[in-house]
């Protein structure tokens, strides 16, 4: 059933595209390539590393102080520095990529629009095409034009931090209690027990 519906679907893409009498222009990009050679994405790399550098001494040096002195302390800062780098390079890395895929989502949009190509298509996914649809380069020089501010913290980011600021309730203790006892029920049984024979 499924062959068949794809079949369907390509004989009403051919029958589509010869009533139009129009072939689509169809663009292949690498973007694996494009982050990984262009400068903002080599930036984008230099910057995650510094951060990953700049962490990791952290890290080390709450490991010499439990090293040199074993406390529940120096225990506690090493923990607390670990938990640091693993939250902070998680978020930085997903925050970093974000900025660079924004970016060049955008920039394909613009040379699609202005190459007036129909269908831009990932190089992975490609089974076989012809090389001068290949794009890639053209999008890495495009690219390598654009300044991308790897600082800069999203507007929404700015907003929901100030949304999610707490603020200090008297009654939030008790409805924890109450919470607590909510969780501490057990599970209730299922309303109808098979019947034995």
């Known amino acids: 059933m499924k062959k068949f519906c794809t079949f369907l679907l390509l004989v009403a893409v051919a029958s589509l595209l010869a009533a139009c009498n129009n072939t689509p222009k169809i663009a292949v990009v690498d ?18 590393r510094t951060k990953s550098n700049d962490l990791q001494a952290e890290a080390k040096a709450a490991q010499e102080k439990v090293q040199a002195k074993q406390s529940q302390e120096n225990a506690a800062a ?9 939250t902070t390079m998680g978020a930085e890395q997903q925050r970093v990529v974000g900025l660079l895929q924004e970016n060049f989502n955008k920039l394909l949009e613009k040379y699609r629009k202005d190459n007036k190509v ?8 490609v089974l076989s095409s012809d090389e001068s649809t290949d794009i890639t380069n053209k999008i890495i020089e495009e690219f390598n034009k654009t ?11 700015k907003v929901d931090a100030a949304a999610a600021k707490p603020e200090a309730k008297p009654e939030a203790k008790p409805a924890a209690k109450a919470d607590a006892k909510a969780d501490a029920k057990p599970e209730a049984k299922p309303a109808a ?5």
């Open 78 to 86: 090493f923990q607390e520095a670990v938990t640091k780098y693993q």
């Open 147 to 157: 300044t991308i501010d790897l600082n800069a913290k999203p507007a929404a980011a």
């Open 31 to 48: 973007g694996a390539k494009v982050f990984r050679e262009s400068k903002p994405g080599q930036d984008a790399m230099a910057y995650l």
């Open 193 to 197: 027990e098979p019947k034995k024979p």
């Open 118 to 125: 129909d269908v831009v298509i990932a190089k992975d996914v």
